[in-house]
């Protein structure tokens, strides 16, 4: 075949592209690992101490993530996504598996669990930014929607699969038999990432800047890029938003509405598999198909039609409905998240998209969880029905204000 006619071929899917579905194994690999070192974390922290200190050890992570979330976005472009990665899992694994060890030869300190705790908040703050870099530098900028949706998919059986897989390890081995699984998960991620080619980065300001600029003028030339672009902006308020109304009903309100109610732990159980499915459904539906036409005006109105459903799960009499609505809401969200990402890799210059996912990482993961207490003082005070109402209130703001920004409502995904 002549080189012509290679030139002309039409680029892979991501669905069938080897690159995408090696940084898919490696991302599936570590989220799982992810989930299994966090309930073996929980496990070890309770039976170590009180509940209040097992409380602090587990929260003692998101202090460093949300305080140098931004400069991992820094050092993302500064050294390179791929790299970033690499050296964040091979920290990991080695962290958790020395930890494994140790439960496995004596009861750790609380404080060893702490500063284990705290590493892993470290690591957290340079692989989420440099994760969120990645995808547009395996695959074509039209394949951008198919890969947020695969990349859902891997987000996806780590929550459903995670877990479990802890909670097999633990009832097998213990705490560190636990552990040494997530060490072989994270350690499962490098040959694949360590295989992985990057495309080259577009010349063009960003980068030439980035040549001549201190670690500071870089943060503060991303800021700048993203506050000055007409998308990416309004976009970031879309997902601050949207965040800030989601997060609280689904991690706290549905835990107190499931007592409430008398549906027991199962009950939550089973809305959050509701959820987890029409999550999982909306990826691969976006996964496979590639392209949703007029991406902003679909990311503003499902948004704002899955604050409905978040609005009257607190309404529900009968845990079948609750879950039917939980799917409704992981339907839509999963898609208006997955075309939130693809948007902003799509807008964003890729010299500047460690730094612009590091600020949209800090919206979700660093500043949305502060209304985890704030959502259960309300409850105690009005009740679920008010404050999942609020909440979805919240929702609705987020996609009515895409919906009235004309550049986001109107921006597109590439075509193939």
């Known amino acids: 075949m002549s080189a012509a006619v290679l030139a002309a071929a039409p680029p892979r899917p991501a669905h069938r592209d080897p690159r995408v579905l090696r940084w898919l194994g490696a991302y599936t690999a ?12 929980s496990w070890a922290a309770v039976r170590g101490g009180t509940p209040a200190e097992a409380g602090l050890v587990l929260a003692v992570s998101a202090v460093p993530r949300a305080l140098l979330m931004l400069g991992g976005g820094v050092i993302a472009d500064r050294f390179g996504p791929r790299r970033v990665v690499i050296a964040s899992d091979a920290v990991r694994c080695l962290v958790v598996l020395a930890l494994a060890a140790l439960v496995l030869a004596t009861a750790p300190a609380l404080w060893t669990l702490a500063a284990v705790a705290l590493v892993f908040g470290v690591l957290d703050a340079l692989f989420m930014p440099a994760v969120g870099a990645l995808p547009p530098r395996i695959a074509a900028r039209d394949q951008l929607a198919r890969v947020q ?6 987000q996806r059986a780590g929550a459903v699969l995670g877990a479990p897989l802890g909670g097999l390890a633990v009832a097998l081995g213990g705490p560190g038999t636990a552990f040494a699984v997530a060490g072989l998960l994270f350690a499962l991620s490098l040959p ?8 080259p980065l577009p010349t063009g300001a960003g980068t030439e800047a980035a040549r001549r600029s201190t670690v500071l ?3 503060t030339a991303g800021l700048r890029h993203l506050r000055g672009h007409r998308v990416l902006g309004p976009l970031m308020i879309v997902i601050a938003l949207s965040d800030l109304g989601f997060v609280g009903p689904l991690n706290v309100g549905l ?3 499931s007592d409430q109610r008398g549906w027991g732990a199962s009950g939550i159980g089973w809305i959050l598999a509701g959820f987890g499915t029409g999550a999982a459904a909306s ?3 976006l996964g496979v198909k590639g392209r949703v036409p007029r991406a902003g005006a679909v990311l503003g109105w499902t948004m704002a039609l899955g604050a409905v459903s978040v609005g009257a799960l607190a309404h529900a009499p009968l845990l079948p409905l609750a879950v039917l609505l939980a799917l409704s809401v992981g339907l839509l969200a999963g898609l208006s998240g997955a075309l939130a990402g693809a948007l902003l890799q799509t807008e964003c210059d890729p010299a500047y998209l460690g730094r612009v996912s590091a600020v949209a990482s800090l919206c979700s993961l660093g500043l949305a969880p502060l209304s985890f207490p704030l959502t259960g003082a309300a409850i105690g005070l009005w009740g679920t029905g008010p404050v999942f109402v609020a909440s979805a209130a919240v929702c609705a703001l987020a996609g009515a204000y895409g919906l009235l920004v004309p550049a986001l409502r109107h921006a597109e995904l590439p075509k193939g």
């Open 30 to 41: 570590s989220t799982l690992g992810d989930g299994v070192y966090h309930l073996a974390l």
């Open 149 to 154: 949706g695969l990349r859902g998919l891997g």
């Open 192 to 199: 694949l990432l360590l295989g992985l080619r990057l495309n």
């Open 217 to 219: 003028g870089d943060l």
């Open 255 to 257: 835990a107190l509405l």
């Open 283 to 285: 990826s691969l539906l």
